[in-house]
């Protein structure tokens, strides 16, 4: 924000409380529970992070936030104030209160900014009038609760600086990945989430009662992004999909963010080189639009600008090699478990592309690989320092027939699929997608212990509340 534009708040402030002042009413003696003195009409607020950028000691100004954390002396309260942008002290006078700040007490501060090296941030405000604008009574969260408790009032948790940090991280891979996809002509779009045919089989259905017909919550938005590379060729989509995982995982979530991408005229080469190129922008962005939170949650930014195309690959046969060699148990058509994907990723400091899988472990729109008929083209991208996988991608069964073949031998209702047929039937042309799941690159990003810390309102086997 520049100068002259905190000039204006203050200055306005100053006029609001001049114009009380000149009306014979002392602001600071005003009613102790008045709305604020500032304008919300007009997006007036000032934000703690402009009060502390050193060029506003010696000003007047009006903070509205949270108590975030109080110290009670004598004569004063040191009130920590909180907002969306940061902390700042306030010194607060009793005299000049009528009610007391309690923790998490929405409040309105008015005084003098005055610099002080022992205060977060170096500078405080010495209060002349202090409003309780709402008040907060005995806020259930204090110290060392667990991580239980912590979910049941998630609802007030995601005030923490750790959840709203994660939230901020967050925010930063969504736009990154934005801006790749704005930057490259692909077009966002949006698929339906109830659908009546499945892209990644039953077991993890949620299935609804769509007027007496069966319906699915999506599972992946795949099967209609392909339909959509026929009039934009280059799609992607950010959507919730739905999972009924029947077991409790730290990467696993009912509802996940999904980013999917799919790509006219591109092959399983092709298809890894933009999986490659959007996740090491999108780390770039995060890294260089919000350092001061990825330092305050332990990850250094120079992690992620350090991560550039190409990634390592390992091949299905070499993991299975490695996995057993080192006395773990995994047969040949076995999917990859966490403690698979742990032991191969805890020493790399980079994703790593798992290719060359056999056609049981993956879908049926997984396109066979014509010279070695066993295997598809398709792979898991796993992320660095055990976290695992984040995406899959890879290119698509093209041939109606082989299609066909595929969806039957799933076990799937051939009817409900007949429009996906089409697409296969006017005009089809190689193709390619994959997806990402965001919560499982911010989990890694973020260096959380669960998936439950990416998201602001888990839901989880047992959770669906708050
Ligand atoms: O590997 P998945 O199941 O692949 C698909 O759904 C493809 N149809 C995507 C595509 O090609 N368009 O899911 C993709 C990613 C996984 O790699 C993982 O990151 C995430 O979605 N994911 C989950 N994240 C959190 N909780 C769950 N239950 C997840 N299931 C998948
Ligand atoms: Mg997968």
């Known amino acids: 924000m520049t100068q002259r534009m905190i000039q204006n708040k203050t200055d306005l402030l100053r006029t609001s409380s001049e114009k009380q002042a000149t009306a014979g009413i002392n602001p600071v003696a005003a009613r102790a529970d008045a709305p604020s003195s500032i304008d919300l009409s007009e997006g007036k607020k000032i934000f703690i992070k402009d009060l502390l950028d050193g060029e506003h000691a010696g000003q007047r100004a009006s903070i509205l936030g949270w108590v975030w954390r ?52 170096g ?23 667990s991580s239980d408790f912590l979910l ?73 992004l392909e339909s959509l590379i026929f009039p934009l060729e280059k799609v992607w989509s950010l959507t919730p999909s739905f999972r009924a995982e029947k077991s409790r995982t730290s990467r696993h979530l009912m509802e996940f963010w999904h980013l999917e991408g799919e790509v006219a005229w591109l092959d399983f080469e092709g298809i890894l080189k933009v999986e490659e190129q959007l996740l090491a922008s999108t780390l ?17 930014a120079e992690d992620l600008l350090r ?42 400091k980079s994703p790593v592309f798992v290719v060359e899988y056999p056609k049981a472990v993956k879908p049926f729109y997984a396109k066979i690989d ?8 398709s792979a898991d991208m796993l992320a660095p320092e055990g976290y695992g996988e984040i995406s899959t991608g890879g290119q698509r069964e093209e041939d109606l027939e082989a299609i066909v073949e595929r969806i039957n031998a799933e076990g799937f209702n051939i009817d409900n699929y007949s429009w996906y047929l089409d697409l296969r039937k006017y005009g089809s042309v190689p ?36």
């Open 370 to 377: 014509p010279d070695r008929p066993e295997l598809v083209y």
């Open 284 to 300: 770039h962005h995060v890294a260089e639009t919000a350092p001061a939170e990825l330092k305050a949650i332990g990850r250094d």
């Open 431 to 466: 193709h390619s997608g994959f997806g990402f799941g965001i919560d499982r690159i911010v989990r890694w990003v973020t260096k959380r212990e669960t998936i439950l810390d990416t998201i602001p309102y888990p839901r989880t086997l047992t959770r669906i509340y708050p």
């Open 70 to 121: 109080r110290r009670q002396h004598a004569n004063a309260q040191f009130i920590v104030l909180r907002d969306s942008t940061g902390v700042m002290q306030t010194v607060v006078p009793i005299a000049v209160t009528a009610q007391p700040l309690y923790i998490e007490s929405a409040v309105e501060v008015v005084g003098t900014i005055v610099k002080d090296d022992r205060a977060p941030g």
């Open 307 to 348: 991560i550039n195309p190409p990634f390592k690959r390992v091949h299905y046969e070499e993991v299975l090699r490695r996995v057993n060699s080192a006395g773990m148990d995994m047969r040949p058509g076995d999917d990859l478990s966490t403690e698979h994907e742990r032991f191969l990723t805890i020493e790399e």
């Open 152 to 224: 049941d009032v998630r609802h007030l948790w995601n005030r923490s600086s750790k959840i709203k940090n994660v939230m901020i991280v967050r925010e930063r891979v969504l736009e990154g990945a934005r801006n790749w996809f704005r930057s490259k002509d692909w077009h966002e779009v949006n698929p339906p989430i109830i659908s009546g045919s499945t892209a990644e089989g039953g077991a993890t259905l949620f299935e609804l009662d769509y007027f007496g017909k069966k319906g699915y919550l999506s599972q992946s938005a795949q099967l209609y």
């Open 123 to 145: 500078y405080e405000i010495r209060a002349d009038k202090a409003v309780v604008i709402g008040q907060s009574h005995e806020y259930p969260i204090s110290k060392n609760f």
